[in-house]
């Protein structure tokens, strides 16, 4: 049988946003989120994150300083007896200062790359699969993968979403 997946979005899901989170001191976790991650674990889906880190290919931080950051992320979790299955991440963006990474790639949301291969790595039905983001991007990569279940978490609506919450607390429900 193939797997389910929560799928998040990390900067506006699992932390708060404040542009370019790069280290532990400016990651703060949204009140709510761990309880959605235990629930989600106690309904069978894996917990995989879907993140846009553009900041790598601008040069405003390395991906040295953001595995470090995800790392200590999972350890934050674990000690919530929560275990993330694993942390996708898009380094890329066309207009970056740095040219490895300056690229027009298939992997950064709005393109569903991550999602796919996530799906392919954990053999996830992603039909069955929820993802929750902040912004349209998020909803229309998770539409373009398949994924049946798109969870809006904004104050505003959007084409790509099945479901506009304002609060974790709603996505306990969803699950
Ligand atoms: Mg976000
Ligand atoms: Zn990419």
């Known amino acids: 049988m193939r797997n389910r997946a929560l799928f998040l979005d990390r900067d506006g899901i699992i932390n708060h946003d404040y542009g370019y989170i790069a280290t532990r001191e400016r990651f703060h976790f949204i009140d709510g989120i761990f309880e959605v991650c235990r629930q989600a674990l106690a ?3 894996l917990i995989i994150v879907i993140t846009n880190q553009s900041g790598i290919a601008r040069g405003l931080f390395s991906l040295d300083d953001f595995h470090k950051l995800t790392a200590w992320m999972h350890d934050q979790f674990k000690e919530h007896s929560i275990a993330i299955t694993q942390v996708y991440f898009c380094p890329h963006h066309p207009d970056g200062k740095l040219p490895e990474f300056s690229i027009i790639c298939s992997c950064r949301k709005p393109k569903p790359g991550l999602f796919l291969k996530a799906a ?16 349209a991007r998020d909803l229309i990569a998770a539409q373009a993968a398949g994924v049946g279940a798109r ?25």
Do not use: F, R, W
């Open 43 to 45: 309904k069978n889906y």
């Open 120 to 135: 392919q790595e954990h053999q996830i039905d992603l039909n069955q699969s929820i993802m929750v983001g902040d912004k």
């Open 151 to 175: 969870v809006l978490m904004a104050d505003h609506p959007c084409e790509a979403a099945t479901h506009v919450i304002s609060s974790h607390l709603h996505l306990i429900k969803l699950l």
